[in-house]
């Protein structure tokens, strides 16, 4: 039997200035990436991972990460957890979204890859409070320390580059454009 499968949160309310700085003439999730949308190549992933998903768009009363990611697991509260993707992360392997939900059970389990952390992180029912409480541009990250501070945090270590190959920069956009081309 199946277990409950964690809900994908897919952060796109973000404003994408380091992109529109760097010289991008479009959101960056917009941005072609062999010739589709950054986002769509996200999106595309979760589909085929066949988790269920909720996409959290651009709001005015949502002004950060944190806020976004309040109203995505507010609006699934009855997940039985979440993984945090942030949608500029367009290389991530669908099998690595399924290594991480079927993860073994902690409180927050952090994928990495070469040591390096990555995304999506996953949560679970013990971080839901703190999860819909979150506001302003930090993100989860103190919901991480805290769950670190009492040992509830895991760690796992995934063979692909997509979990921290995000889309920042016109240079980003570039690099992952050879990383794919590689794959």
């Known amino acids: ?14 404003r994408g200035e380091r992109f529109a700085a760097s010289g991008g003439t479009v959101h960056k999730l917009q ?3 062999a010739g589709k949308p950054v986002v769509e190549h996200v999106l595309d992933a979760v589909r085929a991972s066949g988790l269920p998903c909720h ?10 990460m944190g806020d976004s990611i309040a109203a995505g697991v507010r609006a699934t509260a009855d ?34 890859y070469r040591g390096q952390r990555g995304h999506p992180v996953r949560f679970g029912l013990a971080c839901a409070r703190e999860l819909m409480e979150l506001k302003g541009n930090q993100g989860a990250a103190e919901v991480v320390r805290a769950q ?7 760690f796992l270590e995934l063979d692909d580059a997509g979990i921290v190959t ?18």
């Open 166 to 183: 995000d889309i920042d920069t016109l240079d980003d956009l570039r690099r992952a454009e050879m990383l794919l081309a590689t794959r």
């Open 79 to 112: 997940a039985p957890g979440w993984l945090i993707l942030p949608a500029d992360l367009p290389l991530v392997r669908s099998q690595t979204l399924l290594a991480i939900a079927l993860a073994p059970p902690a409180a927050v389990t952090v994928p990495l």
């Open 55 to 64: 996409v959290v768009v651009a709001d005015a009363s949502r002004p950060g």
């Open 1 to 14: 039997m199946m277990p409950s499968l964690p809900v994908v949160i897919v952060l796109a309310a973000g």
């Open 31 to 33: 941005a072609l990436l």
């Open 148 to 154: 670190s501070a009492i040992n509830s945090v895991a």
